[in-house]
């Protein structure tokens, strides 16, 4: 795991939700409505042409969509997996300052100076950062 892998967790979940919009939005748009006329005839005599129309929902628009939703859903499942890989990681740490560090910090998303007021009591942004960067300086 590397600290760019790390910083990448918000925007993950980001565009997670963003694909998981896009997809409802898929789901909830209407199908499109086609019609057309053709003139025929009736089998027997006095054969008399007359138009018929033909109404029915459109299999190239919905195939389209099918498409899109069926990247949609793959795109997040890929996404979902980096997710997971991130979450692994940081509770596969044995420190516990460490792993609380980094779970403020790139997975809620505070400023350093928040969680080092969180994690040591005083808010000097500095020691949290360092113990980040000593950790993956190390590994």
């Known amino acids: 795991m590397t600290l760019n892998q790390l910083e990448q967790y918000r925007d993950l979940s980001k ?3 963003m694909l998981e919009r896009r997809i409802a939005d898929l789901e909830s748009r209407p199908e499109a409505f086609v019609s057309d006329s053709v003139v025929g005839s009736s089998p ?5 042409p007359h138009t018929i129309t033909i109404k029915g929902y459109g299999n190239q628009y919905q195939d389209k969509i099918n498409v899109l939703q069926v990247k949609y859903i793959a795109r997040k499942q890929q996404l979902c997996k980096e997710l997971e890989e991130i ?3 940081i509770e596969s740490l044995q420190d516990s300052r460490l792993r609380q560090i980094i779970e403020y910090r790139y ?3 505070m400023p350093w100076n ?3 007021k969180n994690v040591y009591g005083y808010p000097n942004g500095d020691a949290a950062r360092k113990a980040v960067k000593r950790f993956f300086e190390k590994s």
């Open 107 to 109: 997975v809620k998303g």
């Open 44 to 48: 027997c005599i006095p054969y008399q």
């Open 114 to 116: 928040v969680v080092a």
């Open 87 to 89: 979450e692994a990681f």
């Open 15 to 17: 565009e997670v939700k």
